[in-house]
């Protein structure tokens, strides 16, 4: 996976640092299924475990220094304003009434519009201000703590997820994981195979697209994609922190079900195919 030196980068679709306090709850933390489920197995209040460190350190995105692809070479803070410069171009050709939402990048912590986080929380969006929050330094150690290795499509993957979470945000259907509910079949889980879906579709788009800065995507980098979706299966994530398999608690479904649905968004290329609340059929 490479980035086309031309092709220009909409530098004002990332920022650093954090918004104020407000409403809305955070959605798509992965490390933040990590942190419940190891605050469960030990007895412990997860909000101890969530909280910020009251840090807002810029990683190092510097606008200044991102005007084209040729300057993720240079300097690879650049991907993140490239990754979101290619899922712009296609949702806004994809949905009609689009409106972008920007990535906030942060070292440590981060005060949002949904309240404050610290990295372990993961990549997430919040709805409160249409923001998709990273910790560029952290999000390769959680990658490695569950199992993956770290590349460019896996990370484009998370930030597609995340960027998924947006559109349900502005169509109407984020606010259905909101009913408390967990489980296989539950709507929380049924948002997070949407976002999966979405992020596959917008794959295939730039795999077909000669005009996007992204380029180059080849069959290992779609390996990538999969074996990151497999990788924050909830299953799999109980494993991981050494308790057994509970489908009751699952909130974003099963590695299975994730990896059956990234799969299908990239094969259909259609976000008319990733309507996951009209089947039963969610892949387990």
Known sequence: ????????????????????????????????????????LLGLNP???????GQNNDPGVVKSECRTGADVQRNPDCRWPA????????????????????????????????????????????PGDNKIYVDTNFIGQLLQQLGTETSYAAEAYI?????????????GVLARSQDGRSGPMSNAVRVELQADCYAGVWFKWTSNNDNDIIDNITQDDLNR???????????HIQQQSGGGVRPDGWTHGSSQMRKFWVTKGFQTGD??????FSTDELGQ
């Not at 909000?47 to 460190?53: E, I, N, P, Q, R």
């Not at 994609?225 to 299953?235: E, F, L, M, N, P």
């Not at 976000?271 to 996951?276: I, L, V």
Request: one cysteine or more.
């Open 83 to 126: 990754y979101m410069t290619s899922m712009e171009e296609y949702w806004s050709q994809a949905l009609n009434g689009f409106q972008a939402p920007t990535m906030v990048t942060f070292s440590g912590g981060v005060n949002t519009a949904c309240g404050q986080a610290s990295s372990q929380v993961g990549p997430f969006y919040c």
């Open 271 to 276: 976000p008319n195919q990733c309507d996951t």
């Open 225 to 235: 994609i999969v074996d990151a979706a497999r990788a924050v299966g909830d299953d």
């Open 1 to 40: 996976m490479d980035f086309k030196s031309d092709a220009q980068i909409n530098t004002g679709s990332v920022t650093s640092g954090g918004g104020g306090r407000g409403g809305g709850l955070a959605i798509g933390g992965i490390g933040g299924v990590i942190m419940v489920v190891l605050a469960l």
């Open 159 to 171: 930030v597609g997820h995340e960027y998924g979470h947006h559109i349900q945000n502005l169509t």
């Open 47 to 53: 909000g101890d475990l969530l909280g910020s460190t």
